[in-house]
């Protein structure tokens, strides 16, 4: 999944931003957020989660899974 994130995120980088939590060492954050399974994506607006899915996707459905979310049209 880094090849598809990184692509979006470089694509998307004024609309959102991608934030990565390393599982292996940061267990406090893994148990406060609920990660159960890898790769989980959560959508935070302000500060709070509004959001969450969980799977390897390809980048299209990555990217409508967040706008539905943020519930923002996609423009192109």
């Known amino acids: 999944m880094?090849?598809?994130?990184?692509a979006v995120a470089l694509e998307y980088r004024d609309?959102?931003?991608f934030a990565?939590?390393?599982?292996?060492t940061q267990h406090e954050k893994?148990?406060?957020y609920?990660?159960?399974g890898t790769p989980t994506y959560i959508v935070f607006r302000n500060g709070e989660i509004v959001g969450r899915f969980i799977g390897a996707m390809p980048s299209?459905?990555?990217?409508?899974?967040?706008?539905?979310?943020?519930e923002i049209e996609e423009t192109e």
């Open 30 to 32: 893994t148990v406060e």
């Open 34 to 36: 609920q990660i159960r």
């Open 60 to 70: 299209a459905k990555l990217v409508q899974q967040i706008l539905s979310i943020l």
């Open 2 to 6: 880094k090849p598809v994130v990184t």
């Open 15 to 17: 609309t959102f931003t």
């Open 20 to 24: 990565k939590l390393d599982v292996n």
